[in-house]
């Protein structure tokens, strides 16, 4: 996706929270926090990504803006900075691209027996219009290597994963330190798309074996991130729901951005592990790859002295599988454990970096930080 393709963040609107307000009604009080709200009772002209939740919704506007290259501003009304409203209307980019949803799903369904074989990027490429003709310089050039996408063949000199995660553990300080980690305390900037790429002050607080919280303190108000080990949601004025639960995917995904510093978690959490090798930045990684049955895999890279560098998971969504890329760097010795000072997360919608500049550990949290968030109110300064 291009650069600056959301521009400044759209605030989320009053209708959108009346939206939000009906429909909890409409569940009643116990149904509160069981069943997220469908895009449809979000938004206000969806006719065909019906009755996925708006995480999700979000994702398939992550997989069109990264099959075709085009902005969310492309697409959609071009005066859209201020407000999700004008995203409802209609253009002729979005009409096009309804089509291209009926036709892929038919395929699908007709050739693929259901199965989401055909997406908007088995065609376009990362192209707003597909190619026809065959290029001659990618036939004779030696094929993009994209660590992203690795397939794992039987490899009888690939370690087995046990060695790859006791280098790890080895790396990180040693079985005793590691397992002493139980939860972390953070200080940092943070940069992304919704803060226009300006540092903000960020917290974060993490928790054995899985809990996880990021407070972003953007100009538009806070935004905030919390995996309770169970459940998770973001609470941020400029997503299109003031409360905006994780489901799926996204929910396995904050799942393991909690428990990645927990190794011997990490370790338990799939039944299967494979090992392989790749480079990235001309740097040879071990990867291992963590599967589960029914769910996406998950990939995980280390470099020569055995630290997680990259974590590579994905979200599937009802226009195919897209991924999210995590990088970690700048490892540094915090109470005899090794923690990473520098995360980069990349996604199909955006891109972020937090810088920390100082880690607690085993500093004592409260547990109203994992708590469900309040929903953010509408945003401060625009
Ligand atoms: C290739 C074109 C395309 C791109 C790029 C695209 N969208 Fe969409 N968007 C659509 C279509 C089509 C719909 C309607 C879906 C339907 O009818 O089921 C839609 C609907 C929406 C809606 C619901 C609006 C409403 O109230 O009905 C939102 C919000 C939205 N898009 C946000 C985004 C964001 C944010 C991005 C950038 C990450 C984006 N879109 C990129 C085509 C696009
Ligand atoms: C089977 C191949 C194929 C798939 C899959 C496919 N497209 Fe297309 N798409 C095309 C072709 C071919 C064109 C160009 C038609 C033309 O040149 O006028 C096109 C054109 C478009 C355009 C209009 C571009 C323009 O500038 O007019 C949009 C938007 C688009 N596709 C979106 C999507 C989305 C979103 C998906 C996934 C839901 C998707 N396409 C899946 C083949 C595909």
Same mark, same amino acid.
């Given at each position: ?13 009053? #209708? ?9 009604? $409409? ?68 009409? !096009? &691209? ?16 259901? *199965? +989401?074989?055909?997406?908007?990027? !088995? ?11 065959? #290029? ?48 972390? *305390? ?15 002050? /960020? ?14 303190? &953007?100009?538009?108000?806070? #935004?905030? +991130? ?7 949601? *973001? $609470? ?40 392989? #090798?790749?480079?990235?930045?001309? +740097? ?13 895999? *998950? ?10 560098? +990259? ?14 890329? /995590? ?20 996604? !199909?919608?955006?891109?972020?970096? &937090? ?18 968030? $309040? ?8």
């Amino acid at each position: 996706m291009k650069f600056g393709s959301r521009q400044r963040f759209v605030s989320a609107t009053a #209708s959108v929270t009346v939206c939000l307000f009906a429909v909890a009604i $409409a569940n009643g009080q116990a149904g509160q926090a069981q069943r997220p709200p469908m895009a449809e009772e979000v938004f206000k002209n969806v006719q065909i990504l019906k009755g996925i939740p708006v995480d999700e919704f979000m994702d398939t506007m992550g997989m069109f803006a990264a099959a075709t290259s085009l902005n969310c501003t492309s697409c959609h009304a071009s005066d859209n900075t201020t407000t999700w409203d004008k995203f409802a209307v209609d253009t002729p980019l979005k009409q !096009t &691209a309804r089509r291209m949803m009926n036709m892929v799903n038919a395929i699908n369904k007709t050739q693929f027996k259901g *199965v +989401r074989s055909v997406t908007c990027y !088995t065609c376009h490429h990362g192209d707003q219009r597909p190619k026809i003709v065959p #290029s001659l310089i990618v036939q004779y050039s030696a094929p993009l290597e994209d660590p992203n996408e690795i397939e794992i063949l039987p490899n009888a000199k690939a370690p087995p994963a046990d060695e790859v995660f006791a280098k790890y553990i080895q790396a990180l300080g040693g079985a005793a330190r590691v397992g002493n980690l139980t939860s972390f *305390v953070a200080k940092g900037t943070y940069s992304g798309y919704e803060t226009d790429l300006a540092r903000v002050p /960020v917290e974060v607080y993490v928790k054995a074996p899985a809990q996880r919280t990021m407070v972003v303190h &953007a100009l538009f108000g806070d #935004s905030v +991130r919390v995996f309770d080990g169970q459940a998770g949601w *973001v $609470a941020s004025a400029d997503k299109p729901m003031p409360l905006m639960p994780l489901t799926g995917g996204n929910l396995e995904g904050a799942k393991l951005e909690a428990m990645v510093f927990f190794p011997s978690q990490l370790k338990q959490a799939f039944s299967q592990w494979r090992v392989t #090798s790749a480079s990235i930045d001309d +740097r040879e990684v071990q990867v291992l790859q963590g599967t589960n049955p029914r769910q996406p895999p *998950v990939n995980l890279y280390f470099d020569q002295s055995g630290l997680l560098v +990259r974590l590579v998971r994905f979200v599937d969504t009802a226009v195919g599988r897209v991924p999210t890329q /995590v990088d970690y760097a700048d490892y540094r010795d915090v109470g005899g454990t090794k923690l990473p000072f520098k995360w980069t997360a990349t996604w !199909t919608d955006g891109q972020s970096t &937090a810088e920390l500049t100082e880690i607690q550990t085993n500093a004592p949290i409260d547990s109203a930080k994992f708590a469900r968030p $309040a929903p953010a109110p509408p945003p401060k300064g625009d």
